[in-house]
């Protein structure tokens, strides 16, 4: 290759350019001049090579509202199928939900994105998945800034008294802490609608001003 030679672009489809556009633009320093984008996915196991995903849920977070109207919610077929996992996520082998292909669930869980920060609990397990699931269709990593809630909910047991710290934190955790029902717990969308209202209750708590106040470790 000659030394000035352009780099040939990466035949990749025409939505990832456009999720990637999004990019050119700076997130709003204010915390409340930006949208959260807050996500659970429900898969057949923890294995990143072996297992898939079933589902993902995703909720959007504006000015400290749940904009419940704007929710996201995609089943994705799949060849793979766990029985014990079943019990947990109840989505079964046989189910009537309409599936989607893994790769059109990619798309349009992109296109909802777009470069907004994403929120979840143990929220890299879920960015893995889906980079594993972008990774077998040909696509690149996800780009956007993340923010994990039990990470999150630690930094306020730092100005409490009253709560003692432990090693890890569940959803259940922060439900129970928070008085958050978990009517809809194992689904995707009602495991995201009660991370969203924890991050609430830890927003209230930290009292961040910048959205760099939350990103930073």
């Given at each position: 290759?000659?030394?000035?030679?352009?780099?040939?672009?990466?035949?990749?489809?025409?939505?990832?350019?456009?999720?990637?556009e999004?990019?050119?633009?700076?997130?709003?320093?204010?915390?409340?001049?930006?949208t959260?984008?807050?996500?659970?996915?429900?898969?057949?196991?923890f294995?990143?090579?072996?297992?898939?995903?079933?589902?993902?849920?995703?909720?959007?977070l504006?000015d400290?509202?749940?904009?419940?109207?704007?929710?996201?919610?995609?089943?994705?077929?799949?060849?793979?199928?766990?029985?014990?996992?079943?019990?947990?996520?109840?989505?079964?082998?046989?189910?009537?939900?309409?599936?989607?292909?893994?790769?059109?669930?990619?798309k349009?869980?992109?296109?909802?994105?777009?470069?907004?920060?994403?929120?979840?609990?143990?929220?890299?397990?879920d960015?893995?998945?889906?980079?594993?699931?972008l990774?077998?269709?040909?696509?690149?990593?996800?780009?956007?800034?993340t923010?994990?809630?039990?990470s999150?909910?630690?930094?306020?047991l730092?100005i409490?008294?009253v709560?003692?710290?432990?090693?890890?934190?569940?959803?259940d955790?922060?439900?129970k802490?928070?008085?958050?029902s978990?009517?809809?717990?194992?689904?995707?969308?009602?495991?995201?609608f009660?991370?969203?209202?924890?991050?609430?209750?830890?927003?209230?708590?930290?009292?961040?001003?910048?959205?760099?106040?939350?990103?930073?470790?």
């Amino acid at each position: 290759m000659w030394p000035f030679a352009k780099k040939k672009p990466l035949e990749l489809p025409d939505f990832w350019w456009e999720y990637e556009e999004h990019f050119k633009e700076k997130l709003p320093e204010d915390i409340h001049a930006n949208t959260f984008v807050v996500l659970d996915s429900e898969t057949t196991g923890f294995s990143l090579t072996k297992d898939r995903m079933l589902c993902i849920g995703a909720l959007k977070l504006s000015d400290n509202n749940i904009v419940v109207k704007d929710s996201f919610e995609v089943y994705i077929q799949q060849e793979h199928y766990d029985s014990d996992s079943a019990e947990i996520h109840g989505i079964l082998k046989k189910s009537k939900k309409d599936c989607l292909t893994e790769l059109e669930a990619l798309k349009q869980f992109l296109v909802y994105a777009q470069n907004h920060i994403l929120v979840g609990h143990h929220i890299m397990f879920d960015i893995n998945m889906i980079n594993a699931a972008l990774k077998r269709n040909g696509l690149p990593k996800l780009k956007n800034k993340t923010l994990d809630t039990e990470s999150l909910y630690v930094r306020t047991l730092l100005i409490s008294t009253v709560v003692q710290k432990k090693e890890r934190y569940s959803l259940d955790d922060l439900a129970k802490r928070f008085s958050i029902s978990c009517k809809d717990r194992h689904t995707a969308l009602g495991d995201a609608f009660i991370t969203a209202i924890a991050f609430l209750r830890i927003i209230e708590k930290l009292k961040p001003k910048k959205i760099k106040d939350l990103l930073k470790k």
